[in-house]
């Protein structure tokens, strides 16, 4: 147990919807990464927050939107679902974002859009 | 980031050691090498990291060649439980971001 906890596990929805993922960090973490992974495409970064601000961003696509919360956990939002979408989502979390401590992940929540 | 190359694919007996390159030859001098490894669509799990001097934890040993080109993750008993994607990524400091390339896939077989 990573102590990164992601919900719902799953997820199914229709193209056109929008859906909300959350991650709690592990305590005492102030930076969260999202990740997608596809069959297709790997382990794709998508935003990093750190306290609440935006830190780095990636192939993050406009649908698509993050946010960091006062007590420090994360959603990401996407909206107009494609069947494209349908993947693995992770968020990862680190103490700081500049250090180099490592990241934990969270197990994930499989999106699929039908 | 500096981009890494590895194997794709790999195969191990088990109890044998198993030893996992990684090309890193446009490293520059602030960037860490960090071992990651998912196993069957599990979140990745961290494993070791190292600058330029060889390190070791309980999971693995990490050898990094003098000129921090390239690297090697060595785990030294492996068991089936260790059959897994195995991602080598150069880490920069400012940055944080992890950036997974397509990473080795170990098979470790009785």
């Known amino acids: 147990d990573s102590g990164v906890t992601q919900t719902p596990k799953h997820l199914i929805t229709a193209t056109g919807q929008r859906v909300t993922l959350r991650c709690s960090p592990r305590?005492?973490?102030?930076?969260v990464y999202w990740y997608q992974q596809s069959l297709d495409q790997g382990l794709q970064f998508l935003i990093q927050y750190y306290n609440g601000e935006e830190r780095a961003k990636g192939n993050i696509l406009e649908r698509f939107s993050a946010q960091q919360f006062p007590d420090l956990h994360s959603e990401l939002n996407l909206s107009s679902l494609e069947l494209g979408d349908s993947a693995l989502y992770f968020c990862?979390?680190?103490?700081?974002?500049?250090?180099?401590?490592?990241?934990?992940f969270g197990q994930g929540t499989r999106l699929t859009v039908v | 980031d500096a981009k890494t190359t590895q194997p794709t694919s790999m195969d191990c007996a088990e109890g044998r050691a198993a030893n996992l390159p990684c090309n890193h030859s446009t490293i520059s001098g602030n960037e860490y090498v960090y071992w990651y490894r998912q196993i069957h669509s599990q979140g990745p799990q961290y494993i070791i990291h190292?600058?330029?001097n060889n390190e070791t934890n309980e999971m693995a040993s990490l050898i990094i060649t003098e000129d921090r080109k390239s690297s090697t993750l060595i785990l030294p008993h492996a068991t089936l439980r260790d059959t897994a994607v195995y991602y080598c990524?150069?880490?920069?400091?400012?940055?944080?971001?992890?950036?997974f390339g397509q990473g080795t896939i170990l098979t470790v077989h009785p």
């Open positions: 990862a979390s680190s103490v700081a974002d500049r250090g180099l401590t490592e990241a934990f």
């Open positions: 190292g600058l330029k």
């Open positions: 305590s005492g973490d102030l930076s």
């Open positions: 990524i150069v880490r920069g400091a400012p940055h944080g971001k992890l950036t």
